[in-house]
């Protein structure tokens, strides 16, 4: 119970010294207020005469001052616009160099990689080519001479005693069995 009545005590005092303070404040208060009223009513005038309103009641000379003062502002834009752009530019640039970097290390893997596969082709084709000629035998000419006859269109031919004319043998011989790898019925038609 004491601890509340302390408690009520101080801040009932702390209030009297309030109250007996606020008439110094309150005038203090009132000053800045008009002072500050009076910024504002300035700057909302400038801020109007920038936005091209009210300019009837400017005199020649202050219509020069602001126009000096939109100068020397557009002037500052500018160099900040410019400022970013060459900032903006540079990074792009440096952008740039990084992506065609990128690129001519990635054409590169991809011509080693194709060089690979190439080789890897040769290699296979020669593995290939050694498997299935281990003697020569299986050479495509070696095994074109034994599927495939020669025919001759109109009968055997023989070169005569001149060397130059073609004369067609005294006795027709039946046609020995060639030695391939042609079924039977496919020969028939070449014996016929």
Known sequence: MDRILERYERYSYAERELIAADPESQSNFSLEYTKLKGRIEIL????RHFMGEDLDSLSLKELQNLEQQLDSALKQIRTRKNHLMYESISELQKKEKALQEQ????????????????????????????REQ?????????????????????GPYQVGETGNEEQPPQQPQPPSRPNTLMPPWMLRHVRE
Do not use: D, H, W, Y
């Open 44 to 47: 909302l005038k400038n801020q």
């Open 103 to 130: 690129n001519n290390q990635l054409e590169k893997k991809l011509k080693e990689k194709e060089k690979e596969k190439e080789k890897e082709k040769e290699r296979s084709v020669t593995q290939q080519a050694q």
């Open 134 to 154: 281990p003697n020569g035998q299986n050479s495509p000419s070696f095994v074109l001479s034994q599927t495939l006859p020669s025919l001759n269109i109109g």
